[in-house]
């Protein structure tokens, strides 16, 4: 049983830490990204990609959503996938 | 499904913190959408004022912000999974680092202002600037905040008050800050970025 729990507590303790790393690569990468993309509207598509890819690191694993009730997980994740989209849609259109 | 794993099930369900605070953070999420989506509109209608304006900013102090940040954040998920092990004095040195971190954020934050002060630029300067001003500084009151909630939290369990079978005030304080942490991965592209 103990064991068990040192399992788990390993396993949660790098999945914070793997997801930490992730931020903050995508962070450097969304940054260097405008150097490498001339194109305006491919640039602001991949920057809010990568929005959504990173909020949704931080609702699941930080905030420990994941296995929270589905309505407020999706909740979280509603806004963090539809605010970037408004942004974009404002931007292309 | 056994009763034993159907409990345990039930647990997993459980919303971290308490109801209050998630319905305080829809609150806080709804202001900041609308900041952004205004921000956004006034880039359409004004592109050349909001492209001159953001080369006026630090790209360098937005990208140290981020990192700042998100590790803050990172150390305070540290902190509540150390509290779960019963590890309150781990929890404690966490939740300090974690402050620390928030410190180099709210100086690079400082830092920022006062030289756009030097160059003459306020939040009167123009729309671009009013934004920048307005949305930055009222995350900047929600990191002060949320520092405070940390500087309680730690100080209630270093002095035992808070109990490792009830933590829901742990969680609550935890879930505001990555909250914040949340609005500025939004903001960062946003203001400086895009």
Request: charged fraction near 10%.
């Amino acid at each position: 049983m103990n064991k068990d729990k040192s399992i788990q507590d390993f396993k949660t303790k790098n999945l914070a830490t793997l997801s930490w790393l992730l931020l903050i690569a995508l962070t450097i990468v969304a940054v260097l990204l405008a150097s490498f993309i001339d194109n305006r509207s491919l640039y602001i598509v991949s920057a809010l990609s990568i929005v959504v890819i990173k909020g949704q690191q931080i609702v699941d694993v930080f905030m420990e959503l994941h296995h929270a009730p589905k309505l407020w997980r999706w909740l979280l994740l509603s806004y963090i996938i539809l605010i970037p989209f408004i942004i974009a849609v404002i931007y292309l259109v | 499904m056994t009763n034993a794993s159907f409990t345990a099930a039930q647990e997993n369900k459980k919303l971290p913190g308490d109801l209050a605070m998630w319905f305080f953070i829809l609150a806080e999420l709804t202001v900041f959408a609308i900041f952004f989506i205004g921000f956004a509109i006034s880039e359409q209608q004004y592109p050349a004022m909001f492209t001159e304006g953001k080369a006026q900013l630090h790209q360098s102090f937005g990208l140290i912000n981020t990192i700042a940040l998100i590790t803050s954040s990172f150390f305070v998920a540290l902190a509540l999974r150390a509290m779960y092990k019963a590890q309150s004095k781990q929890a404690v040195y966490l939740l300090f680092t974690a402050k620390a971190f928030a410190v180099i954020y709210i100086t690079v934050k400082v830092w920022e202002y006062l030289s756009l002060f030097e160059l003459g630029i306020t939040i009167e300067t123009n729309t671009f600037f009013t934004l920048y001003f307005l949305i930055t500084a009222f995350h900047l009151m929600h990191v002060l905040l949320g520092m405070v909630i940390l500087a309680i939290i730690a100080h209630s369990v270093w002095h035992e008050q808070t109990q490792t079978h009830n933590l829901s005030g742990f969680e609550a304080g935890a879930s505001y800050w990555h909250m914040v942490d949340l609005l500025w991965i939004i903001l960062f592209p946003l203001i400086y970025v895009i």
